[in-house]
């Protein structure tokens, strides 16, 4: 694979360059860009770069307003309705945010309901923005069907990530963000460009055979979900939850709403937020602690977001991959 090296800079004005180009404003530009950035930063490729030709493709039909603005409504002291106006899920959780921050730190529970929002980037910005705010966050979102129940061959769930982020004042937060697929939609596709090739258990041909070529998955086939049952289980959950209990769609309605221009889908997200502070007897951080510890000695265990972290420190240039580059400067 024939790569270019851009620094973490370049990486944001390309792909702020790219958004103004089509149809962003300089405030949705700005914060999609940081989050492209922030991605082949701390190593998350199939969440950088490598969506911007997806995003433009929403933004040039219209199916995303990259002008538009979240309405925000409290409900109650503890419920925050947010309706995303088809702007992108950055600009919505940019705003939004900051009131469930304060919500879930006033009341010691708060949740999040988001609608009509697009949504293709990674899950952890945002429980890790609630995380490094003194709070445990999870969050979840569907999809257009991509992944088989367990027990059949066609697909019915999104990817249906979920990601859960943990407070340590002083400390990065524990976080992780993971499709309850057997693998992202995003990795299989990067795994097709570069030749690789995926896990037994990854996905199914469109004749229902198992495979280890992800050109087989994405094209007419589909992804399993991880765990079989359990996994199955959980994506039920997710559609469950950032669909009916938002008030949005289920993954088989967004994809017969969806114009299939390439872009995200219009969906909705479900956050909650806990303050430890309020539900805790005041020791949950040591207590935390000393279970973490106990957790990293009994071997080669790394805490869930560390991987990423440590990529973070590194400030240098990013390898990134040529053809991808070269398409992307061509949408400007």
């Not at 219209?62 to 409504?73: A, F, T």
């Not at 940019?94 to 009131?99: G, Q, R, V």
């Not at 909705?268 to 510890?293: H, Q, R, V, Y």
Request: glycine share 10%; hydrophobic share 35%.
């Amino acid at each position: 694979m024939s790569t270019v090296s851009l620094s973490l800079e370049e990486i944001y004005n390309l792909a702020k360059k790219t958004l103004l180009s089509n149809s962003c404003d300089d405030e949705t530009a700005s914060i999609l860009a940081d989050l492209i950035r922030n991605a082949e930063r701390d190593g998350s490729l199939s969440h950088g770069l490598f969506r911007l030709p997806s995003y433009v493709s929403g933004l040039k039909s219209g199916k995303i307003n990259g002008k538009g603005k979240p309405e925000i409504k409290k409900i109650s002291k503890s419920v925050i309705k947010v309706l995303g106006n088809n702007c992108l899920a950055p600009v919505v959780l940019n705003k939004s945010l900051p009131e469930l921050t304060k919500a879930a730190k006033e009341n010691g529970v708060a949740v999040l309901a988001i609608t009509n929002s697009h949504h293709m980037a990674a899950m952890w910005p945002e429980t890790e923005k609630l995380a490094e705010e003194g709070l445990v966050a999870f969050a979840c979102t569907s999809y257009k069907p991509a992944v088989a129940p367990a027990g059949a061959i066609k697909a019915l769930f999104g990817t249906n990530p979920i990601s859960f982020a943990w407070p340590r004042p002083g400390k990065t937060p524990v976080v992780y963000d993971m499709a309850t697929a057997s693998m992202a939609m995003g990795e299989v596709q990067v795994a097709k460009r570069e030749g690789h090739q995926v896990p037994i258990g990854t996905g199914l041909t469109k004749e229902g055979k198992e495979t280890t070529d992800p050109g087989e998955i994405t094209d007419g086939g589909v992804l399993l979900p991880f765990g079989g049952y359990k996994g199955s289980a959980i994506a039920m959950m997710v559609e469950l939850m950032a669909g009916a209990l938002v008030g949005d769609n289920f993954s088989y309605e967004t994809a017969a709403k969806d114009n299939n221009d390439g872009g995200p889908p219009s969906g909705g997200e479900f956050i909650l937020a806990i303050s430890p502070e309020k539900t805790s007897d005041g020791n949950w951080e040591k207590n935390a602690d000393e279970f973490f510890k106990k957790m990293k000695s009994m071997g080669n265990v790394r805490l869930p977001g560390e991987r990423r972290h440590k990529n973070r420190l590194n400030k240098g240039p990013r390898n990134i991959n040529k053809e991808l580059v070269n398409k992307i400067k061509s949408l400007s």
